[in-house]
């Protein structure tokens, strides 16, 4: 049995796992220049010695490219975040794939995100650097791919075991939602004893929405505001230009879960469990007024998928 690789192609972040290894970049890549040493960190990202990926392009690219495209297949940073993610984790090793597509491009996009991603065997070999050590040499293989709805994951991390077998054996009988709260969307994932429901949804409410609020309330209050994919750290940390920002960062977050409200609401189906995950779910749950939910975090879609794969690739 080949070994799974288990990849979240994010707008905002990139995530990715190949056994005990991990991959959690923005994004994001960037034109590259010379370096001090003492500035390189563990976790920094060369692609080819050409470009720099995730944080490292953020902190230090002049020349960025941050893609919305909604096609992550013709998403013009999508090649090289797929390469520099897979490659520096699972080098030159034959895997199997399993990734996700939000629930609104799924049955649009599936089959030719799959093409993508299988093109990338075609692809010749490829340099990856992390940190401070020397470029390797990377050559995809990809035998088997699989793509599941964005959001799934998160309900599959709290329903099975590592090996793929159920462990919450009651909530796997339950009616369960999943608000999977991303950057540029929001998945609304029924399930009923396991299968996904004909009434789940998905609407371009995401994370973006709150951000576009918060830079308004930012020019408004300082004067200046970063750009959307330069957000995250001011978000993160509550601080921006010296000042706290952490009032303005509650009210946006509560605008857009108030508007999440609504679509629930609109449902007009009542869940045993709701589970809210994404990267910025955190932000939205205290406004969330719903009966039995609970909180994931960024990571748990991936931990969905692995077990995912581990139930698909016994």
């Known amino acids: 049995m080949l070994p799974h690789y288990e990849l979240d192609l994010g707008f905002s972040w990139t995530k990715g796992r190949f056994g005990n290894k991990s991959y959690l970049q923005p994004s994001i890549i960037g034109e590259s220049k010379p370096m001090f040493e003492m500035n390189v960190r563990p976790d920094d990202h060369v692609f080819n010695d050409k470009l720099f990926v995730g944080n490292l392009a953020l902190r ?27 490659g520096s984790l699972a080098r030159s090793n034959p895997i199997n794939l399993l990734t996700g597509l939000p629930l609104n491009f799924y049955f649009k996009q599936r089959d030719e995100f799959v093409q993508t991603i299988m093109k990338l065997n075609d692809a010749p070999q490829f340099k990856v650097r992390k940190g401070k050590s020397k470029s390797y040499e990377s050559k995809i293989t990809i035998n088997e791919c699989k793509i599941v709805p964005q959001g799934y994951g ?16 009651k909530i796997a009988k339950s009616k369960v939602l999943v608000v999977d709260l991303g950057f540029y969307t929001l998945g609304l994932i029924g399930l009923d004893k396991m299968e996904i429901m004909k009434e789940s949804s998905a609407h371009l409410l995401g994370v973006d929405n709150a951000y576009k609020l918060l830079q308004t309330y930012l020019q408004s209050h300082i004067g200046k505001s970063p750009a959307k994919y330069e957000l995250d750290p001011y978000v993160m940390s509550g601080v921006y230009e010296g000042r706290n920002i952490g009032h303005l960062i509650n009210r946006a977050f509560r605008a857009l879960a108030q508007q999440i409200q609504n679509e ?51």
């Open 60 to 86: 230090h690219s002049d020349i960025k490219y941050f893609s919305m495209h909604n096609n992550k297949s013709e998403a013009k940073t999508s090649e090289v975040i797929l390469k520099t993610a897979i």
């Open 154 to 169: 998160i309900a599959m991390d709290y329903i099975l075991k590592a090996d793929g077998s159920i462990e919450r054996h």
């Open 264 to 314: 629930i609401e609109s449902l007009n189906i009542t869940f045993d469990y709701y589970l809210i995950g994404g990267g910025a779910a955190h932000l939205i749950y205290e406004y969330l007024d719903l009966p039995n939910k609970i909180l994931f975090d960024q990571l748990t879609q991936l931990n969905g998928y692995g077990k995912i794969s581990a139930r698909l690739w016994k």
